[in-house]
C-alpha cells in the first residue's frame, strides 16, 4: 500500500489523462471505473485492475474490501485529492485503472437475436444506458461506427454500470461488413410500420442514429424495413436510449426471450 501526498504525482496526472482524452485512452488502453459497484463488477468477471486509488476516508472505513494480494496495487490519497479526480458529485473513494479490453472479432456465424448498429451515438450517457438495456434483454452484440462515443470513456462505463465487460462490442464498424452475414436490418424512422405491428426476422439489426441527425447516408444505401414508435399528445421524437430500450423490448416479446 503506497500513499500519495502530492498533487502533482504523477500518477494522479495519468488518471485526469484517462479521464479527459479519448486518444490517450485508446493509444494506451487504459480507463478508469469508479465505484465499489463498478469495480465489484469488474472483479467478478474474473478481470483484474493495475491500480486501486481510495482516500482516506474510504480506507479508514472500509480496510475489509482490500484483499491481500492486492497490497502492492493500492494507492491511498488525502480525500480532497481524491474528490479533485472524482467525476462524481458524489465521490465514493475509490477507482480503478484498468486495461481495455480487447475488441471483438466478428464471429464466423453470428447467433439469431438482436443486435444493434449505433451511428455516430456521441453522448456517453446514451451508449452507456444502450449498453445497459441490451445486456439486460439478452442482445447478442453491438456495433459502433467510428463517430460513436468511447465505450470505455468513465462516463460511459458509469451509466453502463460496466455491463460492457460482458457485451460483444464491435467498434469502428462499416454497415457493408454485416451485408454478407445474413441480417436483416430495421431503421427507427418517423415514417415507418408501428413497431408493435412489425414482425421482426430471427437475425435482426436495429440501425439507430445519432441524436439530432438520424442516420448516415451511405446507411441508406443498405436494404432495410422502417419502424417507428407512436406518440401522441404533439411529441415527436424519442432519446435514442428510450427508443432502443422500447424497440428492443418489443423484439423480446415478439420471440417471448
Known sequence: M?????????????????QLNRSYRQENNLTIIEGPHLV????????????????????KNWPEYYKEEWQEKIYILPDNFFNNIS??????????????????????HFDDGMYLFLDRVQDPGNLGTILRTSQALGHKGIFLSEQCADPWSPKTLR??????????????????SLISHDFSFVVADLNGQNVFDYNFALKTILILGSEGQGISTNLQSI????????????????????????IGYQFSNQFKR
Open 223 to 246: 436494404k432495410y424495413d422502417k419502424i417507428s414508435l407512436p406518440m401522441m399528445n404533439g411529441v415527436e421524437s424519442l432519446n435514442v436510449a428510450v427508443s432502443a430500450s422500447i
Open 87 to 108: 467525476e462524481l458529485k458524489t465521490p465514493t473513494g475509490i477507482l480503478a485503472l484498468i486495461e481495455i479490453p480487447e475488441c471483438a472479432a466478428y464471429p464466423n
Open 159 to 176: 451509466a453502463s454500470q460496466g455491463f460492457q465487460f460482458q457485451l460483444p462490442i464491435y467498434q469502428n464498424t462499416h454497415i457493408d
Open 40 to 59: 465489484e463488477a469488474y472483479l467478478d468477471g474474473k478481470n483484474d485492475f493495475l491500480a486501486l486509488f481510495c482516500s482516506e476516508s474510504f480506507n
Open 2 to 18: 503506497q500513499f500519495i501526498t502530492s498533487k502533482d504525482n504523477i500518477r494522479l496526472k495519468q488518471l485526469r489523462k484517462i
